[in-house]
């Protein structure tokens, strides 16, 4: 059964989705719940009269499920509405006198608890209880239920918490073999998406080494973990011509083996992961970029780079180069360093109309160790994994900065007012 499900994608989906429930297990153990969910218990158990007889036969426990949502939704006077349009006529006397005794005891209890919260809420009982809250947590909750509850983690819980996530992201060097040969295919193949999330990906590399000190992490957090499968005309472009790209490179270089390449996962620091476009042999690597707004515009590849400042190529020595300081460049480099290979054949394709350039990128294991990982592993470890712990964005809330960002902003804003003074 499990080799099964594991063929289909479908228990990497049901690992996913139980990864909230096993978050969350201590509050489902002590039977915690939101507020709409409470109110329609306390209306069925009345119907099924506190859970204490046997309800199973005959649909009598549906049937009284029905009749507590029918007056979770309608209200007390649901028979009123229920009568009116099954007989088509207005209810009797009796009827009408009971459904309106039970509206005014239904407000009347309303009344009452409302009444009793606002004395609360004046007591001395409930300043101290806020005061209490207030230092605990730095601020009073605005409320109990909902996307605006307060993350109750503590630091130990935060840590365990932590723990669990990475130990799930680490992997032996057989499972990594494993994901790499079944994640072939990428985003055709529902296991890439899956043990993709929650991972830093090589794409994304440049961004996070040359985002600012004082830059929030939010909306690359974002990014990183929220974003879906973009279908853009460049992307569609690109996916549409790299099958073309890697054809070419192929009739250039016939005795290169070329085979396709699945979701790598780094051996000591499994939340970094890479997926190059192709593997060369056993020991090289193919990343191939489409440039559509360089066949859209009609130019030669060189006339582009002329003209155009923005794209991941310059010229040194007159001759094409991918730029040491572009996104794609450090890409590569993650890609070379995770994947433990030697060399990358870096693929631009325009057209067929024009000529591709292949260059020969070198893995640089002194830029990875000094540089590159140490500055992934500290953006992740602050900023992408309280977000995966938390889930501050699909609330509708910011991702939480660290400190030091904190710290940097507030010191940017006192130069911008001692600089306009």
Known sequence: MIPQLQATGILYHIRSALDRVIRYGDNLIDNETNNRAELFMSILCKYNAGKRLNLIQRGSFQTRAHLAGLQYNEGVRWHENAWMKLMDTNPGTNFKNWIDKKEISAKQTANRKAKDTQRFQNSQTCNLMKERRQTEQGTASPAEYGPSVPTTLNKQEFEVEKIRILNKLQLTSEEIRQVEEETR???????????????????????????????????????????????????????????????????????????????????????????????????????????????????????AVESDRTLCLEIRNDKIHLKRNHNYFYQVQGQLNISQRDICFFIVYINDQQPRHIEAILRQKDLWNEIMRPRLTKFYMDCVLPEIIYRQIPRKLRCIDPEYILREQEKKKIGRKTASQ
Not at 187 to 207: H, I, P
Not at 238 to 261: D, H, I, W, Y
Request: net charge positive; with cysteine.
């Open 185 to 303: 295919g990428q985003w055709s193949n529902s296991r890439y998406e899956v043990e993709r999330k929650d991972r830093l990906t090589a794409s994304v590399f440049g961004e996070v080494i040359k985002r600012r000190s004082s830059t929030s992490c939010h909306n690359l957090v974002k990014k990183i973990l929220y974003t879906l499968n973009i279908h853009s005309e460049a992307m569609e472009y690109g996916r549409a011509k790299e099958s073309v790209a890697r054809q070419k490179f192929c009739n250039l270089r016939p005795q290169a083996q070329v085979t396709e390449s699945g979701l790598f996962i780094d051996k000591e620091y499994g939340y970094l992961a890479a997926s190059p476009d192709g593997l060369v042999g056993a020991n090289g690597l193919l990343e191939i970029k489409c440039l559509y707004k360089v066949h859209k515009s009609g130019k030669t590849l060189r006339e």
